[in-house]
């Protein structure tokens, strides 16, 4: 596991009160999410933060959507 | 065949190796690889939990992280993320709710289910909880059904990997009679060496019939008696908490530790925490209460519940100095049976509003709120108290047990 903690571009849908990326932009190379692994929130004071584990078929990365910022960032590469 | 309704039954869910189980959602590499979570690579890390992988070399929960990679060299440690478990735990509550709101939260990855249904209709109901979580967190468990928690709980154990076992008083202890007494809900690894060596019970099936008489001649009349009661496959415990909504009689906080703690000033830190934490949930909700109560387990049996009346308390400081008087009476003997696995602090006896009886509690309070304003905007415990920060107890008493 890979700690990165990177803002990063991200191309999402948002849809009937659900989030899920479809690609992400890092270093210059485009991902396309093949898939969402997992999906967990956490609150920090009155920020909330959305985790989503995707995978792009051979890797898993870790990304995160802070909101009020809108903001999301690449927080891990999982290996 | 059983047909027709029962008065009631008891469905315990206990969720397969829960933490590493969200690790292995999370990352579906690690699956292949044994691992354990726990807290880091130093000496004192422990395991909090174990994936099946690792688990096939022997690594426990509890374990120091070096005595678990003496035993599987290749183990990787993983630093544990209370948010994702506590996340997933509530996402769970929220899918057996949906099925019943009898639902009684054990732990963060054991709940009870109460149900007034026919076996069949029971195991209806665990196949389709299954199949739920299964589709919406990829998680596997285990289910046990029985006539009362405690067969539910020990038919979890007829069949530990997804399994799905029902355990009724009539069946015990037939099922379970080779299994040793360490097995049984309610018995640890002391109470079940000494039931060896005093009375050469080693198993469910002797245990069951050993009289009451030899048991409390043994143990005393409390842990007798309840060893006696268990062993004839009856219940241990009530169904303690229904989801409903109802007045708040008492709030409280309590936590597990991972293992036994032998040092007064790591107990302490973890009452200061529980106190705080107590006593925002206070301010919070805008009660006082004035009936201080703290529990504390040991090994087995050990358990102790202290109550006193104390002046209107809702400041953690407080609340804890009066705690602290308490544990106090009970550390020496806990201390030398082994120390502390348990910690509870609760208040009752609760009134709507402040009972302030003091100038400098009202600039306590002042405080308090400013405190309470920077931890709602910035998170929990952004301010906390020093002994707390040095202790570094904050992430691993994510686990506690809200009341």
Redesign the interface.
Known sequence: ?EHIDTPIKVGAIFERGKISPAWFIWEGRKYTVKGI??F???????NTIY?F?V?EGEN?F?LAFYIPHLTWKLEKI?? | METGKDPFLIMLIDMNSFFASVEEAINPRLKSIPFAIGGGKSKKSVVAAANYQAKKYGVKNGMSYVEAKKLCPTLKMIEGDMDKYIYTSDKLYKIFLYFTPFVERYSIDEVFLHLESSVQEAVKLAKKIKERIKKSLNLTCSIGIGDNKSLAKMATKLQKLDGLVVLRKKDFPEKLKDLSTEEMWGIGARTAQKLKEKLSVKTIGQLNKCTMEKLVAYFGTFAGERIFKLAQGEESESFSSLHKETDVKSIGHSYTLPHLIIKEEIVEAYLLFLSEQVGRRLRKEGYCGNILRVALGGNDFDYFSIQRKTRYLRDGISIFKGAKRLWKKKWDNLKRKGGVRFVGVSVSNLLKGNQLSLWSEEKNENLQKAIDKINDSFGEFFIKRSSLVDLDIVEKIGMIHVR
């Open positions: 596991m692994n997992y967990w929130k956490r609150k920090e004071g009155q985790f584990s995978t898993n870790e999982l290996s």
